[in-house]
């Protein structure tokens, strides 16, 4: 029996989307929601009363970082990670693999999970695999990498990956996974996803906990067939609910997402992992995904970037120094109700801490 | 008539030591109490409402740093800095004098308002002066400095210190003087204070607003015969209350301020600037000071040192890495009634912004 439960309560009538509830044992979640991440077990510059102030419901931690700093056996001491930094509502963990693998490759390369335009096939060619070797080397049974703070040498498999998460103690939890570079060729493509599916089956058989809820996740890049034997294969596995990884071509997403949709069973949740575009945020919902979670709205806040109905607006314009208006009319937000944009222009100007802070407020209550 | 009034509650049986409230036009301050430095116009990692949710009823902002960013007269265009920062309390600035001159030798020495032990004195030798000149030239008028940020040339007078202050628009402000080096030799010190004396006359003159209160600096470095001719001087001129500024020997504040505060009028005001270590506040306290500003326990706060009753704490300390209590026991402050010492030291270790603020909030809500 599932930790969590999952109620659709209303349904798009041509489509995959839906709105619903997600109950885990530490509260609902109304979906579909994005998840703020909180790396590090805190989402940089806020404070919990903040998260839920702005209307967060769940924070997305990653299980990588938190290994190697402070640690998972500390976290768990702490008695998990809701208490250790004090949010008493639903947290998650990510696997760990998105950013093992990315200490490869992508890091290098500037490769994110969406490839600018084609991605370009370098055929049957084992470059992309080969350079990952200084950081991080994969085999069958998991992956060896450096800490990318002190260099030291460290092992995650299904096993490990799950055994940590249990000790952060989420409420959601993710199967290991291979998440492959959108340079990646084919014939990689395919080795990566049989590693995923079998660590799926192992991170399954891992799992001890039963007040923590597994999701399975599905990979297979921008190769359609990819995708479609990757979902037939989680879905029918005994996963809680459903994750969606990797790289994708840009305008590509939402045909992935609608794709795997229709093979996802309908009544458990959907994660689009690690995608956090406001357009395809909007695309995801309307092809069935309940959960999102992405590090860029508070990334780009804190560089100044605030999101708003009308774009972007880079808070560091010139155009702003004077302008005593709130950073987005008719937004409720609390910057927004007590500050101008020409204080937050200040604030950022000045490299103020409290400017990161009302940027990253403003950003994540954003809505249209 | 002044726009503030002073009333004092309590007296000490023995002593200068006094307890009032300071009636502003942003509402009261109990005294004694501490303010909180909100260099440019946000005191670092705090929002307005944690500053009033830790007890801080007023706050002090740097002339100098927001004449230069983002500049006195868009300050003035907000409405002056409590609404520019939404903070509805009480308000302060300081003259910038002490910025300026610390631009010159003090910063270069590393010096600061203490000397450590006794002064060694540079008899009649006006290397103290001299060194001044790259960024900070002083005359009778007044001092031209150029900007720590780009280089561009600066002057300030009493006048434009009192216009750039009423520009501000803080409740209280303080006439424009010359503090020294706890070097300078006395021959420098005499000039200096003939110069800050003539400066308060000229701060008085050129006041134009009624709704701010303008408190005359009392300076004379560490000769005590010095001191008391300031004091004299400046308690006969109609200030709304003193300040008393400059360099100690570290020992010798206590002496420096009970001289001066039996000579300044009782029923007035009397703020020690820039001395914040909780010793000195005790003892100021002691010797009849209502009112303090310092940078240094927010500054040691941003570094990882909280004020705990048991002296000062490191929260980088490997033993805190597991210890889930609060930073201090028995302390009702949001950090502590929230978070763990584990915690805490996590956030600084990873270099997480919420430890700022969490450390910063503790040490200025501190009481022993």
């Known amino acids: 029996m599932s930790s969590i439960r999952f109620t659709i309560e209303k349904k798009l009538e041509n489509g995959l989307g839906r709105a619903g509830v997600l109950t885990t044992p530490h509260g609902n979640v109304e979906t579909p929601a994005f998840a703020p991440v909180g790396t590090l077990a805190t989402v940089k510059a806020l404070s919990p009363e903040?998260?839920?102030?702005?209307?967060?419901?769940?924070?997305?931690?990653?299980?990588?970082?938190?290994?190697?700093?402070?640690?998972?056996?500390?976290?768990?001491?702490?008695?998990?990670?809701?208490?250790?930094?004090?949010?008493?509502?639903?947290?998650?963990?990510?696997?760990?693999?998105?950013?093992?693998f990315s200490l490869g490759s992508a890091y290098k390369r500037g490769v994110t999970k969406i490839a600018k335009g084609d991605a370009e096939e370098a055929q049957g060619n084992d470059e992309h695999h080969t350079e990952h070797t200084q950081l991080m080397r994969i085999d069958e049974d998991g992956v060896t990498f450096r800490s990318h703070i002190d260099g030291t040498e460290h092992?995650?498999?299904?096993?490990?990956?799950?055994?940590?998460?249990?000790?952060?103690?989420?409420?959601?939890?993710?199967?290991?996974?291979?998440?492959?570079?959108?340079?990646?060729?084919?014939?990689?493509?395919?080795?990566?996803?049989?590693?995923?599916?079998?660590?799926a089956e192992r991170s399954l058989a891992a799992k001890k906990r039963n007040d923590q809820a597994l999701l399975g996740i599905v990979q297979g890049g921008r190769y359609h067939d990819l995708r479609e034997h990757s979902a037939q294969f989680i879905a029918a596995l005994p996963f809680d609910g459903f994750g969606i990884g990797g790289s994708y071509v840009k305008d590509d997403i939402v045909n992935v997402v609608a794709l795997v949709n229709r093979i996802l069973p309908e009544d458990k949740p959907r994660?689009?992992?690690?995608?956090?575009?406001?357009?395809?945020?909007?695309?995801?919902?309307?092809?069935?995904?309940?959960?999102?979670?992405?590090?860029?709205?508070?990334?780009?806040?804190?560089?100044g970037t605030l999101l708003t109905k009308h774009g972007r607006h880079d808070i560091f314009n010139a155009g702003n120094?004077?302008?005593?208006?709130?950073?987005?009319?008719?937004?409720?937000?609390?910057?927004?109700?007590?500050?101008?944009?020409?204080?937050?222009?200040?604030?950022?100007?000045?490299?103020?801490?409290?400017?990161?802070?009302?940027?990253?407020?403003?950003?994540?209550?954003?809505?249209?």
Request: net charge negative; aromatic share 12%; with cysteine.
């Open 321 to 368: 120094k004077e302008l005593f208006e709130p950073p987005e009319w008719d937004c409720a937000c609390y910057t927004c109700t007590h500050y101008t944009k020409a204080y937050v222009h200040h604030l950022f100007r000045a490299k103020e801490i409290l400017g990161h802070r009302l940027a990253t407020i403003h950003t994540l209550f954003f809505r249209v």
């Open 155 to 199: 092992r995650l498999t299904p096993e490990k990956s799950i055994a940590i998460q249990e000790n952060i103690g989420a409420d959601i939890i993710f199967s290991f996974d291979e998440p492959t570079s959108p340079r990646a060729p084919r014939v990689y493509m395919e080795q990566a996803l049989s590693r995923t599916h079998a660590w």
């Open 50 to 100: 903040e998260l839920w102030e702005l209307g967060a419901q769940v924070v997305l931690a990653n299980t990588y970082h938190l290994y190697l700093q402070p640690g998972d056996a500390t976290i768990a001491k702490a008695g998990g990670l809701g208490k250790f930094m004090n949010f008493h509502g639903p947290t998650m963990t990510d696997s760990g693999g998105f950013q093992v």
């Open 271 to 303: 994660h689009l992992l690690g995608i956090g575009e406001v357009e395809d945020i909007f695309e995801g919902i309307e092809q069935g995904i309940d959960l999102f979670d992405c590090v860029q709205p508070t990334r780009i806040a804190r560089n």
